[in-house]
């Protein structure tokens, strides 16, 4: 008997949307896998990472937390692909707009102006844009494909960060430790729940989802971006600019991310760090591709995804496992989503009897 | 006599269709036997069978009277059986004695190599040099290259796919030479073609088929071409009115286009001027590969020029793209159907927004859903498009009915120039018809419709003048009464670049 992969006629509607549910219970299973092999109880450090985050109040409001930057980047990045465009540098839009909208803060907070928080988020997402638009130059005019320039770029915003925070932006009164002052009040986001960290930015990253769906499938410039995605032919055909698909995706992904960034030092971290964000921007890519690259699958795929950072974190304080172990079980998802997305378009056959020539 | 090949009750199902059904057809040495049916008819998965690329479900296959299989092409090969595709599998940067020692996986010497096919195309009259490259090579010439590979194997039974798609009528009856000699030799051809006249004219024998199934066996030299259409549509066979039309002022006039090539292996456009007048069809005859592409992509705006050099109406449209050119009234229906004239993952609604996106689909660029679908539900109904719905995808749709939804798209947006290339290509003949009827009406209403088409007969059928392109540059047009298959044959060419009187 053998196994073999055979085409499909069309591709499965049922496996495109039951792929990322079984990608998520086999890197469960392999997450059990490694635990067991570094000598701990599978059943016991599963609870710990799936169910014991979600078992509180407080855990919840940090799912939502962790979930706003990982929404707002898969977004972006799920519109680029949609129009073939791939971003996968989003962390460092997110690092970008975090330092432009951390600037806003380190100069007018604490001044008590009205628009001190607002022109902090647009310098935010501008900034994010700005990176963003970066990449989009060089497709455009120098046809340097954005795989490379997206993430290139995101090791050189980390650096800019890492040079402000050592350098002109140190907090004088911070005993030399690489790191802004705190945003003064009138420069933080407003928290939702009276002693909880989870704040007004994860309701921007939830008004996302649908402005984004209405995009994709309600708006003449998300119809052309999809054209440009799916057939470039077709749009050359039909007159819609390649290039323009391009810059739209790139500066609106950019500016998601940018918006991302500014939300994490005017929330849970309160000021410019070396590092502002644990990868939510390389994990968004994951997440988009989990939720379909359609807003309200990226919506539940930002909260599995924001879990398993919850969760490698209890990890890490009660069994004394390292980061590492969610960084494998994120690695894991997106193996998983691949190979069960291999069954979209093709199918399992087994044949009895020897092989043919 | 034993035939040279007997297909009994070939069956092959490809999920609830039926591809073929109970199929039994002979060939005998020596014979040249045509193989008919419309596009779906099976005729494809018949040939892939004989050759090995496809298995049936049931029935036998005996080659001179005794049962074989054929797991691969390689066993077909073995067999005798040489097959020539209608897209052709050569590289374009090798010669043509190292196509050929590629495709027969031979470790001959290659001067051995090329001595012999110089013999054998000098044995059937095949104007071939084994020192060029391919690239340099007309569509005619590649395609000997391609016989010439199967003949070097000593076939004997060869399949040849629409050959003469791709060929000057001068070229096409020297192809007919070569095959009636290659069957005087005795090896059997079983040829696949939709053109009628030529298989009166060359097959002794044909086999019809229709949905899969065998429905008529006859002598083609003892038929008229309207016999052998009916056997295929199964049906009486209509024919295009044309309704008088009113020839009016130029609405696209090109003057003096010159167009440098922009990829490897295209072709220039050189000193192109032409001039479509309202209520007319144009026609631009040509072998594939000699402009049409460029000269297309020209008019359409997928590829810009001096603003002068392409008027529309008058105005200046040489420098805008194909959305600007849309929306001062000019429609183009492309070549490729899947992903250039409709995207293939699209729903027929979402097909209807590509070249409709416009004040009453999209106001304020937001999709109206109602209007979009009432769109694509009119060209659904009017042309006739045979589909589940209008949320079927584009890829669900058989090639004619596709076809027939793009055709009907451009022309449902009234435009004052339409440009239509090689309309009716792969298209079965009651879409075929449909399509001509629509864009002789269109004329009629008063449009001019430029037709770009390798189908001469087409061309002579609806078009009111036809020019010819060759080698980038266009012949000047002549009325159609005026005009000869073979005066037209020879100016494809390439005879005479000198505009005629």
């Known amino acids: 008997m053998r196994l073999r992969l055979e085409a499909r006629q069309q591709p499965s509607q049922t496996m495109q949307w039951l792929s990322p549910f079984l990608a998520a219970v086999l890197a469960a299973l392999g997450g059990g896998v490694v635990f067991a092999l570094l000598g701990h109880n599978p059943a016991t450090a599963l609870a710990t990472l799936f169910l014991a985050p979600l078992a509180t109040l407080d855990g919840l409001t940090e799912l939502g937390l962790k979930a706003t930057p990982l929404l707002l980047c898969a977004i972006g990045i799920a519109v680029g692909v949609r129009a073939n465009v791939w971003n996968i540098g989003a962390e460092g839009q997110l690092t970008l707009g975090a330092i432009t909208g951390g600037g806003i803060a380190l100069a007018f907070g604490g001044e008590g102006h009205w628009w001190t928080l607002p022109l902090m988020l647009f310098a935010g997402a501008a900034g994010g844009a700005f990176w963003a638009a970066i990449p989009a130059l060089l497709r455009t005019k120098f046809n340097a494909h954005e795989i490379l320039t997206t993430l290139m770029l995101s090791y050189v915003a980390i650096q800019v960060l890492g040079w402000l925070v050592h350098g002109p932006w140190i907090d004088p009164e911070g005993f030399n430790f690489p790191q802004t002052r705190m945003f003064a009040d009138d420069a933080m986001l407003p928290v939702l729940l009276e002693g909880a960290r989870l704040n007004a930015g994860f309701l921007l990253a939830l008004l996302a989802v649908p402005l984004a769906w209405g995009l994709l499938s309600r708006t003449a410039v998300g119809f052309r971006l999809r054209t440009v995605g799916q057939a470039p032919a077709a749009a050359r055909y039909a007159g819609f600019s390649a290039n323009g698909a391009v810059w739209f995706s790139l500066v609106l992904s950019g500016a998601l991310a940018g918006l991302a960034g500014v939300c994490e030092a005017a929330g849970p971290v309160g000021q410019l760090q070396p590092l502002m964000s644990p990868g939510y921007g390389f994990a968004a890519i994951i997440v988009a591709f989990l939720g379909r690259l359609h807003p309200v699958g990226i919506l539940s795929a930002s909260l599995l995804m924001a879990l398993l950072y919850l969760g490698g974190e209890q990890l890490q304080v009660t069994l004394q496992l390292p980061i590492a172990a969610t960084g494998t079980i994120q690695g894991m998802l997106l193996f998983f989503l691949l190979a069960t997305d291999v069954f979209i378009d093709q199918r399992l056959v087994f044949t009895r009897g020897p092989a043919h020539a | ?501």
């Open chain 2, 1 to 501: 006599m034993t035939a040279r090949l007997a297909l009994v009750g070939i069956t092959k199902r490809y999920g609830a269709m039926l591809a073929n059904n109970d199929v039994t057809l002979s060939v005998a040495p020596g014979e040249i036997h045509a193989l008919l049916g419309e596009n779906g008819a099976g005729k494809s998965t018949l040939m892939k069978i004989v050759y090995g690329v496809v298995k049936p479900d049931a029935g036998v296959i005996a080659w001179e009277g005794e049962p074989v299989v054929i797991a691969d092409p390689n066993a077909a090969r073995a067999l005798g059986v040489g097959m020539v595709f209608q897209h052709f599998s050569l590289f374009e940067t090798l010669t043509v004695a190292e196509n050929i020692a590629l495709g027969l996986g031979s470790t001959q010497p290659m001067a051995e190599l090329a001595a012999e096919i110089r013999q054998v195309a000098a044995q059937y009259g095949l104007a071939v040099e084994a020192e060029r490259h391919v690239h340099s090579l007309s569509v005619g010439e590649r395609q000997r290259v391609e016989i010439l590979r199967c003949l070097l194997q000593r076939p004997k039974l060869l399949i040849l796919d629409e050959p003469t798609s791709v060929l000057t009528p001068q070229e096409a009856d020297g192809l007919f030479v070569m095959l009636r000699r290659l069957a005087a030799e005795g090896c059997s051809v079983l040829y696949i073609s939709h053109k009628l006249e030529e298989i009166r004219a060359l097959c002794t024998a044909a086999t019809v088929l229709r949905a899969g199934q065998v429905v008529a066996r006859c002598d083609p030299r003892l038929e008229t071409a309207e016999s052998l259409a009916e056997m295929m549509m199964g049906g009486a066979l209509t024919h295009t009115s044309r309704p008088p039309a009113q020839v009016g002022a130029p609405c696209l006039a090109v003057t003096a286009l010159t167009l440098a090539a922009d990829e490897p292996f295209g072709t220039t456009l050189r000193d192109i001027s032409l001039e479509l007048r309202a209520g007319e069809i144009l026609g631009v005859a040509g072998v594939a590969g000699n402009g049409q592409k460029e000269l297309l992509a020209a008019l359409s705006g997928e590829r810009r020029a001096a603003a002068g050099a392409v008027l529309l109406q008058g105005q200046p449209i040489g420098a805008l793209g194909p959305a600007e050119r849309r929306a001062r009234g000019l429609a183009f229906i492309p070549e490729e159907r899947l992903g250039r004239g409709a995207v293939a993952e699209f729903t027929l609604a979402e097909n209807a927004m590509l070249t409709r996106l416009d004040a009453r689909t999209a106001p304020h660029g937001l999709l109206d859903l109602g209007a979009v679908n009432a769109l694509a539900a009119r060209l659904v109904a009017r042309f006739g498009v045979r589909c589940s719905g209008i949320l079927a995808q584009g890829r669900s749709l058989s090639g004619g009915n596709m076809q027939k939804f793009i055709v009907g798209r451009e022309i449902d947006a009234q435009p004052k120039v339409l440009l239509a290339a090689h309309p009716t290509w792969g298209v079965d003949i009651g879409a075929a018809l449909a399509i001509r009827q629509a864009l002789l009406d269109l004329a009629a209403a008063g449009a001019g419709v430029l037709v770009v088409s390798e189908d001469l007969d087409e061309l002579l059928e609806i078009a009111d003048r036809i020019a010819v392109l060759s080698g980038g540059r266009l012949s000047a047009p002549m009325p159609v009464g005026e005009t000869s298959v073979e005066g037209i044959g020879l100016l494809m060419g390439g005879a005479a670049h000198a505009p005629a009187a």
